[in-house]
């Protein structure tokens, strides 16, 4: 089988594409344990809800490129906004009591999870 150069390159390019696109969530998720303590399991959902939101933005609202990203920015930006005042946000005061028992995580596991399933269960149905 011979391989092309530009058939290489592409092979090259679409790995190093899906690497930083890995690199990404790793640091989205490392930055909101790190700082805000909180374990997200919708954090993948949450990037799938962007990717919907630019795929939308983009044919539906005639939108170029750059103003289709940043609305589709925007637009994750006030779900997750949202999910966390919703979900999360009572959990923060119990927070330090709660951690050092070892029974907060799984209010957070049990919350995030919900939102993760939510999210799935609404996408795959349509």
Not at 57 to 65: D, E, T, W
């Amino acid at each position: 089988m011979d391989i092309s150069a530009v058939y290489l390159l592409q092979l090259t390019l679409n790995g190093l594409a899906l690497g930083l696109l890995y690199a990404l969530i790793a640091v989205g998720l490392s930055l909101i344990f790190g700082v805000m303590e909180i374990i997200n399991f919708a954090h993948g959902e949450f990037l799938m809800l962007g990717a919907f939101a630019m795929c939308f933005a983009l044919p539906v609202m005639g939108l170029l490129y750059w103003p289709a990203l940043a609305t589709a920015i925007v637009a994750t930006m006030l779900v997750g906004f949202v999910v966390y005042e919703l979900l999360l946000v009572r959990l923060r005061p119990l927070q330090p009591r709660i951690l050092r028992r070892g029974r907060g995580w799984r209010r957070y596991w049990r919350r995030t999870a919900r939102a993760l399933f939510l999210y799935r269960g609404r996408v795959l149905r349509k």
